[in-house]
């Protein structure tokens, strides 16, 4: 399988040259640990195993340029991922620690494993990864600090407002219940006075 993968991936990334680089997107400081990723889902077992390591053998003639090995990468995981968004060239986008598995994430938030180059073989519970990292953003203490306390103000502000809404409904309906006895009272001395009317007649 090797040998035919490598004799198509030249043909693969004559097209992938062609394609336009995507703009980068400039991260703030943020209180949370972010990254954006790229990845080919390459499938489980041994198999899968021997596809990440011919995907980044395909891969190492476009090492020299980040830009020509994001395109090249691109254009594999549009060929050959076993995952949806193999057709978004394997783009995660950008996400927060915690959104992935484990030990996918336990790879990417790791400071010591490089950028914009192909790391991999990665095992995880949907199977082995070929991966880049085009960015990651490891907040520090102070930032991750403020963090959690503007998330407590807003769940603060979120419960106070549901608390709220609460006491507003609660009134709502015994002011509609009040209204109600108040028509039924109403209807029932009609009667009364109906009867009485009746009866002296």
Excluded at 107 to 127: A, I, K, M, Y
């Amino acid at each position: 399988m090797r040998g035919a993968l490598v004799a198509c991936a030249f043909s693969v990334m004559t097209r992938a040259m062609r394609a336009e680089a995507k703009p980068k997107l400039q991260i703030v400081n943020s209180g949370h640990d972010i990254a954006h990723v790229s990845h080919i889902l390459c499938g489980l077992g041994d198999a899968g195993k021997r596809k990440c390591h011919d995907y980044a053998e395909m891969l190492t003639p476009y090492e020299d340029s980040a830009t020509m090995l994001e395109r090249a990468f691109a254009e594999l995981a549009r060929r050959y991922s076993e995952c949806p968004t193999g057709k978004d060239g394997g783009d995660l986008g950008y996400f927060p620690r915690g959104e992935m598995a484990r030990d996918f994430e336990r790879v990417v938030f790791d400071s010591q494993t490089p950028l914009e180059e192909v790391v991999g073989p990665v095992e995880t519970r949907n199977g082995w990864h070929v991966m880049m990292i085009h960015h990651r953003h490891l907040a520090d203490e102070e930032a991750k600090e403020k963090a959690r306390l503007k998330t407590e103000e807003l769940r603060k502000e979120r419960m106070e407002r549901a608390a709220k809404q609460k006491e507003y409904q609660e009134q709502r309906a015994k002011r509609k219940s009040e209204r109600k006895t108040a028509k039924i009272v109403e209807r029932d001395a009609d009667r009364h006075s109906l009867h009485s009317h009746h009866d002296e007649l």
